[in-house]
């Protein structure tokens, strides 16, 4: 399966910067603002800075997942923090922040 994801973030201080990850989780996504439960699997993450204070960065990742249990419901979403100070925030309008997930046929 492919999961691939864009998020269009900022940082409200200038110079300060975002990170961004993508977990998977087979219990749900938590409610805005909070932790990654324990058992959700980070699969992705990058830190951008921004020299400018408000200014959009859009990052993207394509993760290929194997081994994953037919029958199970997976989750998948971004979570942020503001590593270095300021205020983390995903911004953008329609399709600017996606996720999609696509199963890949199998090469058998």
């Known amino acids: 399966m492919l999961v691939?994801?864009?998020a269009?973030?900022?940082?409200s201080t200038?110079?300060?910067?975002?990170r961004v990850a993508l977990y998977e989780s087979t219990d749900g996504?938590?409610?805005a603002g909070s932790a990654p439960a324990t058992g959700d699997t980070l699969i992705y993450q990058t830190t951008r800075t921004r020299s400018t204070a408000s200014s959009n960065s859009e990052t993207t990742s394509h993760v290929a997942r194997s081994g994953l249990t037919p029958g199970?419901?997976?989750y998948y979403y971004h979570a942020l923090a503001a590593p270095s100070g300021g205020t983390a925030?995903?911004?953008?309008?329609d399709?600017?922040?996606t996720i999609l997930?696509?199963?890949?046929?199998?090469?058998?």
């Not at 269009?8 to 940082?11: D, F, I, L, S």
């Not at 200038?14 to 975002?18: F, G, L, R, S, T």
């Not at 925030?89 to 309008?93: A, C, F």
């Not at 997930?101 to 058998?108: F, K, L």
């Open 4 to 6: 691939m994801s864009t």
């Open 8 to 11: 269009v973030t900022n940082n």
């Open 14 to 18: 200038q110079n300060d910067a975002v």
């Open 29 to 31: 996504i938590p409610s």
């Open 72 to 74: 199970v419901t997976y």
């Open 89 to 93: 925030n995903l911004v953008g309008g």
């Open 95 to 97: 399709n600017q922040t």
């Open 101 to 108: 997930v696509q199963t890949m046929p199998s090469m058998g």
